[in-house]
């Protein structure tokens, strides 16, 4: 099992950037798929990125492509989201997730995921 402990949500303005982090703890992280997603205010939670156990595939929603990066130190338990040229529309709480990694598992949806953090919130003023 694997607790997940988001951080470094805040408020900036747009074109600024932040880096969420995602500490986990527990046994296995380097083994587990991880991604990032988010949920906005009356919106459903959205996918934003996907990364595999050891860091070769990450896969990226359109609307952030280019402008966000996501990343991992298997070394340090932790799974980055570096977030550049941030725009309003990006406002939400943002959560990690961790995913076993299985054949067959689509982990471009919250269905690819067994846990989760408690989220972070991310504010972008216009």
């Known amino acids: 099992q694997v607790q997940l402990v988001e951080s470094g949500g805040g408020l900036v303005q747009a074109g600024g950037s932040l880096r969420l982090s995602c500490a986990a703890s527990?046994?296995?992280?380097?083994?587990?798929?991880m991604g990032w997603f988010r949920q906005a205010p009356g919106k459903e939670r959205e996918f934003v990125a996907t990364?595999?156990?050891?860091?070769?595939?990450?896969y990226y929603t359109d609307s952030v492509k280019g402008r966000f990066t996501i990343s991992r130190d298997n070394a340090k338990n932790t799974l980055y989201l570096q977030m550049n040229s941030l725009k309003p529309e990006d406002t939400a709480v943002y959560y990690c997730?961790?995913?076993?990694?299985?054949?067959?598992?689509?982990?471009?949806?919250?269905?690819?995921?067994?846990?989760w953090g408690q989220g972070t919130q991310v504010a972008v003023s216009s």
């Open positions: 997730a961790a995913g076993v990694t299985r054949s067959g598992r689509h982990y471009e949806t919250s269905y690819g995921y067994d846990y």
């Open positions: 990364i595999n156990w050891i860091g070769g595939n990450r």
């Open positions: 527990g046994r296995g992280f380097s083994s587990y798929a």
